[in-house]
């Protein structure tokens, strides 16, 4: 088998999450086409054809049996791959809920596109928000270079004795899954030597020599149900800091981090803070240079860890700050704004001082997120921070 | 300090730590069995569908936990030594 060298390329999204899976030598991978993440499999399909992959590649007839098979593949020790986004996502939601119950460290990047109805092909990250609260760990990204290198760290992270949790890895479809961007690609023998740590990691595997049940029913009222939960919780509050230690390894190894838990850019005299996630950042951080240009001390922080919810880095990183403002790309239905916008608001009450937070819902049906929107959003949030009335939601492609 | 039940993180048991479930709880007859009748041929233990039926060394018996009351035991018996008797309300 050719060993992958380290070498730079010009890689699409989907390529770089499958230049990504393939470094990581998954021993099972099922997937189903679906837009905007079919080429991942493409991919996928060619390394194996060209002799690089070495992966049991199983041809499933929908998302469903994609992630059951992996369910299987996972609990019997393999590592696994898989990769889906909206309709996608949904058909596989009963399997979904059962692979994070089960702790199985299955990776599975989203390329998030709406959610229909009303049916479209665009992006969105509503597949991606209305499965938030599944127990996956859930790590939005921004660029084709933090797609591959997340992907190396979700390995990392998921099969972590401490840990043992799914993961996904959200990138936003067609804006990213179809962007080419310059992605340094690192060798075989590096990316080995980053995920050798796992190979002394223990986990249950079902196996013929030591005969297990698997799931095991509970029976109604049993406590043992509320154990399990307890435990899932725990290890996903153990999965912030893991994650930080993992982006800093990483750091280390390969001279690439994003700050873990969250990235921060130009925060530290910020007086006003945007907040954002997944690819509207690179716009953002253009906005904020020239707002900064004004005069404006604008910071901006991106969310990379969406779940676990990254609570006490962003109490840390508001503290002193005059106002809040968040961009989401998707509503809570029933609640006029974002999902973002509900965490933040939630956090609120742990900051020292009362602080105005400012909601934006831009960017549906794969409409861009322009430097005009993040500008008006970046005035209404200096507004409200001189005192000034602000609404609490504004849908900038609206209003 | 919570103590906790079982030494894994998700819903996974080794035959130790299994949380059986009794699976009879809805049957609405069941078999009696007359133990001196018994031949032991052993052909209720072989077709009983849920494989419930125990030898206790001169006779066969149904485990009732697991019994469903279907009363195939009874049909092969050669011997009419398995009797269906109705469940009471408890």
Same mark, same amino acid.
């Given at each position: ?272 803070i945007?907040v954002?996630m ?23 922080i991106?969310i990379?860890?969406f779940?676990?919810f990254p609570r006490?880095?962003l109490i840390?990183a508001l503290?002193?700050k005059?106002?809040i403002g968040v961009i989401d ?8 704004c974002g999902q973002c916008f509900i965490e933040l608001k939630a956090l609120l009450s742990d900051l020292?001082?009362?602080v105005p937070l400012v909601g ?40 | ?8 993180? +998700? +819903?996974?048991?080794? !035959? ?5 479930? !009794? ?25 009983? !569908? ?27 018996? !050669? ?12």
């Amino acid at each position: 088998m050719p060993k992958i060298k380290a070498e730079t390329k010009v890689l699409e999204g989907n390529a770089a999450v499958a230049y990504g899976a393939m470094l990581c030598r998954p021993d099972v991978i099922a997937a189903f086409p679906i837009t905007p993440a079919t080429s991942v499999l493409e991919y996928l399909y060619s390394f194996s054809a060209q002799g690089l992959l070495d992966a049991e590649l199983i041809e499933v007839e929908g998302e469903n049996s994609a992630l059951s098979a992996v369910m299987g593949a996972s609990a019997a020790g393999a590592r696994t791959f898989t990769a889906t986004s909206s309709m996608g996502l949904a058909f596989m939601f009963d399997v979904y809920l059962a692979v994070s119950g089960s702790r199985l460290p299955v990776v599975m990047p989203l390329a998030m596109r709406e959610q229909p109805m009303p049916m479209t092909l665009a992006a969105g990250t509503s597949d991606a928000f209305t499965v938030k609260d599944g127990g996956w760990i859930q790590i939005y990204v921004e660029s084709c270079q933090e797609i591959l290198d997340s992907l190396i760290m979700a390995y990392r992270l998921a099969e972590d004795t401490d840990i043992l949790l799914p993961v996904n890895i959200c990138y936003l479809g067609f804006y990213l899954s179809y962007l080419s961007q310059r992605v340094e690609i690192p060798s075989q023998e590096e990316v080995d030597a980053f995920l050798a740590p796992l190979k002394k990691m223990e986990r249950t595997k079902l196996c013929l020599e030591e005969p297990m049940t698997f799931p095991a029913e509970i029976a109604p009222a049993d406590p043992v149900f509320a154990e399990y939960r307890y435990k899932h919780c725990a290890a996903l509050g153990r999965a912030k800091q893991k994650l930080d230690e993992i982006d800093k390894a990483f750091g280390a190894a390969f001279g690439r981090s994003y700050g873990g838990q969250i990235e921060q850019y130009r925060t530290e005299d910020a007086e006003i803070i945007l907040v954002t996630m997944e690819s509207t950042t690179g716009t953002a951080r253009v906005v904020v240079d020239s707002k900064r240009d004004e005069g404006l001390k604008v910071g901006l922080i991106k969310i990379r860890l969406f779940r676990p919810f990254p609570r006490e880095k962003l109490i840390e990183a508001l503290k002193g700050k005059k106002a809040i403002g968040v961009i989401d790309r998707h509503v809570s239905f029933g609640w006029d704004c974002g999902q973002c916008f509900i965490e933040l608001k939630a956090l609120l009450s742990d900051l020292e001082a009362p602080v105005p937070l400012v909601g934006f819902i831009d960017g549906m049906g794969g409409a861009d997120i322009t430097k005009e929107h993040l500008e008006r959003a970046v005035d209404m949030i200096d507004a409200a921070a001189k005192g000034k009335p602000v609404k609490e939601t504004t849908w900038l492609a609206l209003e | 300090m919570i103590k906790f039940k079982s030494r894994f993180e +998700s +819903s996974w048991a080794d !035959p130790k730590t299994m949380h059986i479930l !009794p699976t009879g709880e809805w049957r609405f007859q069941r078999p009696v069995i007359k133990a001196e009748k018994c031949c032991q041929c052993g052909w209720c233990y072989i077709f009983c !569908p849920v494989g419930c039926i125990e030898d206790r060394g001169t006779y066969f018996e149904a485990n009732l936990d697991y019994c469903k009351g279907c009363s195939i035991c009874a049909k092969v018996c !050669p011997v009419d030594a398995i009797r269906m008797v109705r469940e009471e309300i408890r």
